[in-house]
């Protein structure tokens, strides 16, 4: 009876330890891709960050971008950016996105953004807010839109 009761609770102390060992490792790989991301927006220009950004096309003030495919399904989903025609503080940028399987997510809005693609993720660098002095970086899949790194 004893002997299985230390298995059983071996295996439990063995399983806590592996959950802890796993959290352990996403917050540091989290933490780890931050400080890549921060290293790559204090580069000079066209060697950091903007070596990975995506680039659309522009018609009637909306920036049309091709060749995304969030959900994963290999159809491209339809994916847009516009922003207010002036330089005034007034509305800030807005990302539409419109999944080929689920549908549409909600509305990304940020002060000024532009999306990058680094190691086949795709995320958003927006500015944190009015001052455009730090940058949020946002995950993007099929869920919606996750902060990952905050005021770099």
């Known amino acids: 009876m004893r002997v299985k009761l230390f ?17 352990g490792s996403v917050a540091g790989a989290s933490e780890s891709l931050c400080k890549t991301f921060r290293k790559l927006i204090q580069m000079p ?7 990975y950004e995506v680039f659309g096309t522009y018609g009637g003030g909306i920036e049309r971008f091709t060749g995304l495919d969030i959900d994963g399904d290999a159809i491209d989903d339809l994916v847009e950016k516009s922003c207010p025609g002036s330089n005034e503080p007034g509305d800030p940028c807005m990302l539409t996105i419109k999944l080929s399987a689920s549908g549409e997510i909600p509305n990304f809005e940020a002060w000024g953004f ?6 086949k993720q ?6 944190a807010d009015e001052t455009r002095k730090k940058v949020n970086i946002y995950k993007i899949d099929q869920s919606g839109y996750e902060l990952i790194c905050e005021n770099l």
Do not use: H
Not at 45 to 51: A, K, V
């Open 45 to 51: 220009l066209w060697s950091g960050l903007d070596r």
């Open 114 to 119: 532009r999306l990058f693609r680094y190691r």
């Open 7 to 23: 298995q059983i609770l071996s295996l439990l102390a063995l399983s806590i330890v592996i959950d802890l060992f796993t959290i």
């Open 122 to 127: 795709l995320y958003i660098a927006a500015n």
